[in-house]
């Protein structure tokens, strides 16, 4: 965990320097315009990964128990890379389309040199290293594309739109080049030859609608942020964006040092719960409470911060930071039911609940956001978490209640 931290810590913190930078020197406009395309650019990372490192994940967490073995992985790692490649056609079939209809010289130029990234994450083997319990590994090689791109970042930008888009696109490229590098060096070391087996069209067919559904429970949640950024950008402008995309940063971090507790402790979830075949909410605390103290910690030290800088020079800042906190503890809690859910298998319920959380969280930001301002998206986040949390409490007491009521007749008969 210790080096999973770092990873973050490595990566993000570099990015969050490189933003404050820009906050500091007044240039918010500058920073909704990387911001932006850097957001839109690790969602496109997200959508090729195809929902894979969670299935995979869970797959090899099964080694222990002996319900999967070292060939098979190496298997399903083939038959992920077909349905990512897939997935990789179409997102680049977008990405000439855009670049044949924008006149934007920036943002030609990045989508064209981190187009490679979205080819080269088609190789990541971050769930097969998470699922040996080498999160650490994974963490810290996924740190360089952020790493790389916070330290291009101030050049690039006083540089002429074109050049600077050519450089931090290609930057990106090459920090997803590292970080591939890395994982499959380190996949070799722990015997695995993820590139060696052969796949049938079954296991290419039965990863796809697995992956499908547990990218779907992961994927609203990261399109609803990119719309209210475009929601936010058309009514209050890009100064207003570039703030909420600085404290969007802020709270984001604090609930990636929330994520990695959760991707530490899911191997252990899903053993505990394949064995019982039923979860008790005792044990979805017990099983995840790092991943719950971080949160309440992180929500704490955020709200600090808000008031801090509320009460300094950076007034409009931490105020919104003060206001967006309690978005740390709601968000880690609906994850968390969420992630009992995909580790019971149940990723169809796990996406529905997340779609039914964009769409309320999108209704009060389109609806309020001209009359509330920012004010308006810690509203729907807020209230977006406690739809989702509620969703998943109820899931997985009546999946309780029907394993309890199969164990009773079986026990009849």
């Known amino acids: 965990m210790a080096w999973l931290l ?130 650490g590994a994974s963490g810290i090689s996924t740190a360089s594309p952020y790493v790389i791109s916070a330290l291009i970042l101030p050049i690039a930008l006083n540089l002429q739109d074109a050049v600077g888009g050519y450089l931090l696109g290609t930057a990106f490229s090459l920090g997803c080049l590292i970080a591939v590098l890395v994982q499959h060096l380190v996949s070799r070391r722990c015997g695995l030859k993820l590139l060696n087996e052969e796949v049938t069209s079954k296991m290419v067919k039965d990863i796809f609608f697995t992956s499908l559904a547990s990218l779907m429970s992961v994927i609203p949640g990261q399109i609803y942020f990119r719309l209210q950024l475009l929601i936010c950008f058309s009514v209050l402008g890009s100064g207003a964006v570039g703030a909420l995309i600085y404290v969007k940063q802020i709270v984001t971090g604090f609930l990636l040092l929330t994520n990695i507790a959760r991707r530490v402790e899911f191997p252990d979830l899903v053993r505990e719960i394949n064995l019982s075949h039923r979860i008790q909410f005792s044990n979805i605390i017990s099983a995840q409470r790092i991943n719950l103290s971080i949160a309440i910690m992180s929500t704490l030290i955020a709200a600090l911060i808000g008031a801090f800088s509320a009460q300094s020079g950076s007034s409009a800042i931490g105020e919104l930071i003060l206001k967006f906190s309690i978005l740390i503890f709601s968000g880690a809690v609906a994850l968390t039911l969420i992630q009992s859910l995909t580790a019971l298998g149940m990723f ?35 209230l977006a978490n406690c739809c989702v949390a509620f969703a998943a409490y109820l899931c997985i007491s009546r999946h309780n209640q029907r394993t309890s009521t199969g164990i009773e007749q079986g026990t009849t008969t």
């Not at 997200?46 to 002996?66: F, M, P, Y």
């Not at 609806?367 to 509330?372: A, K, L, M, N, S």
Request: aromatic share 10%.
């Open 348 to 382: 169809k319920e796990a996406a529905i609940f997340s779609v039914i959380g964009v769409i309320v969280g999108l209704t009060i930001t389109f609806g309020f956001t001209e009359h509330w301002g920012l004010g308006a998206v810690v509203a729907a986040d807020l």
């Open 6 to 135: 770092f990873g973050l810590l490595l990566g993000q913190g570099a990015m969050f320097l490189a933003n404050t930078w820009l906050v500091m020197g007044d240039k918010l406009l500058e920073l909704a315009s990387f911001g932006t395309h850097f957001s839109f650019l690790i969602l496109a990372l997200l959508i090729v990964d195809g929902g894979c490192t969670t299935v995979l994940t869970r797959k090899v967490a099964l080694i222990v128990h002996g319900k999967t073995d070292r060939h098979e992985i190496a298997q399903l790692f083939r038959a992920a890379i077909i349905v990512r490649a897939g997935i990789c056609m179409l997102i680049l079939s977008a990405v000439l389309a855009y670049t044949l209809v924008s006149n934007w010289a920036f943002s030609n130029a990045f989508v064209i040199c981190a187009a490679p990234a979205i080819i080269i994450w088609v190789f990541n083997s971050t769930g097969v290293l998470d699922g040996l319990g080498l999160s």
